[in-house]
């Protein structure tokens, strides 16, 4: 079994730090929020955008699959009361020559495989697309 671990700490009223192995990233704890750091929710919708980016980089190599780039946008609407995430909303953009049957092919083993986005997917709604990115011609 794989275990996580990650370590943060209070840097004053503005912010704070998070580590993990050799990696640091500022975090916006400031309660009138800050533009220069991700906060907790923005960093909930940056892990499911690398889940499903690092799904898509294990899963092209057995699958043949060529492209050129891979972009995720992600939205997700909140409740006041009690806090929490609702739904969140995802685009995944794919630079590629591969038919839309492939593309599909993409999009389920993204889904199935993603162990943070299937998580999320668990306790809240996550539904999206996975789309050609249009030719810049």
Known sequence: MLTYAVRAWRIDGHGSIAATKAAEIVLDTDLQGRDDAFNPAELL???VAACMIKGIERVTPLLGFHL????VSLKAERQESPPRINSIA???LVDTDEDDHR???LHTNVRKFGTIS???AAATELKGTLTRRASAT
Do not use: H, P, S
Not at 68 to 71: D, F, I, P, T
């Open 68 to 71: 050129r780039g891979v972009e």
């Open 103 to 105: 593309l599909e092919l």
């Open 90 to 92: 995802y685009q995944i």
């Open 118 to 120: 299937n998580t999320i």
């Open 45 to 47: 919708l940056a892990a």
